[in-house]
Each structure stands twice: as C-alpha cells, then as structure tokens.
C-alpha cells in the first residue's frame, strides 16, 4: 500500500469543507457526525497502515543506515531497531522519563552554545565521543524518533498537519514576542 499523505490530508479538508466544519465555529462535526467518524477512521486505518509497511521495508543504504532523502519513517525504524538491539527497550519504558531525556539532549545543546561552541561545530573529545550542537540536536531527534517509532506515533502525518495549520495564523501568533 502507497498512501500519499497530502491526498488522505485533501480527503479530510474535503469533508470538512462538505460538512461546513471548516471553522473554529463550524458545527460540520455536529450535523453530520458519522461522515467526520468514518473518515477519521478510513484516514487513521490508511496512515497506520502505511506506518507499518514503511518500517518493515529495508533501508537501501550502506551499511543498512538510511540516505538523506529516505522518508522519516525508514530513519525511525533504523533508529529503533538499533535501540532495541542495545537493550533500551527490554521492558516498557516510563514516558515521562524518555521525553525529559528529549530535553536533556536540547540542554546539551545549549550549554554547548552558552560556552562558545558554534552552531555548526562538531568536536571529538581525547576518547574519540562526537560532541557538539548539531551532535545534541541529533541525540534529541533519535531519542524522538525512537520513541514515536516504538508507540506507533504518526509524526509525519501529525507535523504535516501542524504545518499546515500554522501557515493559516496570524504574523507571531498575535503579537507575542517570543
């Protein structure tokens, strides 16, 4: 199964716009419930689906590590089957601990910034440790997408979506400074 993720993504707007729950205040969602139902399912079951098919294909790259235009879902899979084969995920994970160690990547980032480091620097320490800002932001992305892939969390579709959304809001979200 291909599922291209902008059609499924028309689809949806589709029946919003054919309900009339295109707005903040539509009632699309009221008047016709069962039509907003199924196709939160079709779309759900077609993504999932998708999800499933794409980590079980090999990754065609050397040394089974994915190229960069490989789709972010072939990099998870990557990702969590080298976690799974270090022993991070033996037994169920507690999730606030896996996010706060997310933040502790972009701490590290930080304080590599805070202590002069440039944002594209990328240092080894004397035992050979990559390190440095990007390196960080990468930690940050892994341990993501690790976790995303493990509990079947459809970030791609979720981020497209939140793109989309942004594009439609006001110039700083209404003024806010930062």
């Given at each position: 199964m291909n599922v291209d993720v902008d059609n499924l993504l028309s689809e949806a707007w589709g029946i919003i716009a054919q309900t009339g729950g295109g707005g903040m205040g539509g009632d699309g969602w009221?008047?016709?419930?069962?039509?907003?139902?199924?196709?939160?399912?079709?779309?759900?079951?077609?993504?999932?689906?998708?999800?499933?098919?794409?980590?079980?294909?090999?990754?065609?790259?050397?040394?089974?590590?994915?190229?960069?235009?490989?789709?972010?879902?072939?990099?998870?899979?990557?990702?969590?089957?080298?976690?799974?084969?270090?022993?991070?995920?033996?037994?169920?994970?507690?999730?606030?601990?896996?996010?706060?160690?997310m933040v502790s990547e972009l701490s590290e980032a930080f304080e590599h910034y805070r202590n002069g480091r440039g944002l594209d620097e990328i240092f080894y320490h004397p035992d050979g440790k990559i390190d440095g800002v990007p390196v960080e932001l990468g930690d940050c992305l892994i341990r993501i997408l690790d976790f995303c892939h493990h509990h079947r969390i459809p970030l791609m579709g979720a981020t497209i979506a939140k793109m989309r959304y942004n594009e439609g809001r006001p110039y700083r979200h209404g003024g806010k400074r930062c």
């Open positions: 009221e008047r016709e419930p069962e039509a907003w139902q199924q196709a939160a399912a079709r779309w759900r079951d077609r993504y999932l689906a998708h999800l499933r098919e794409k980590a079980l294909e090999p990754v065609a790259a050397p040394a089974g590590f994915p190229t960069v235009d490989s789709g972010l879902e072939e990099i998870a899979a990557q990702i969590h089957k080298t976690a799974v084969e270090h022993g991070w995920w033996e037994a169920e994970r507690n999730v606030g601990e896996v996010m706060m160690l």
